[in-house]
């Protein structure tokens, strides 16, 4: 199975900016969906955006216009800039790929927009 490592989790303030960044252990983008999901306390993980092989992106209403998914595939890397973030995008959020075969999670990365 691939392994993902995310980095790039930390504190802002509200309004401020992050970007994450998902490493795969091996090239997997051309049939991997990858996708960056977010759990807050007490609440079920959720989508936040995905691209799929082809380069389809799909993002999740609350995030629409503030967070971009990209992926670079000569570093197996795949990122979430998020801009202007508020305190209810705090949350661990998680890298995905996901394969027929194969569906694969990174250990988290805890994002906190606090004052």
């Known amino acids: 199975q691939v392994q993902l490592v995310e980095s790039g989790g930390g504190l802002v303030q509200p309004g401020g900016s992050l970007t994450l960044s998902c490493v795969a252990s091996r090239p997997i983008f051309n049939s991997a969906k990858m996708g960056w999901y977010r759990q807050a306390p007490g609440k079920q993980r959720e989508l936040v955006a995905n691209?799929?092989?082809?380069?389809?992106?799909n993002y999740a209403d609350s995030v629409q216009g503030r967070f971009t998914i990209s992926r670079d595939n000569s570093k197996n890397t795949v990122y979430l800039q998020m801009n202007s973030l508020k305190p209810e995008d705090t949350a661990v959020y998680y890298c995905?790929?996901?394969?027929?075969?194969?569906?694969?999670w990174g250990q988290g990365t805890q994002v906190t927009v606090s004052s």
């Open positions: 691209i799929r092989s082809d380069g389809l992106i």
């Open positions: 995905n790929a996901y394969r027929i075969w194969d569906d694969a």
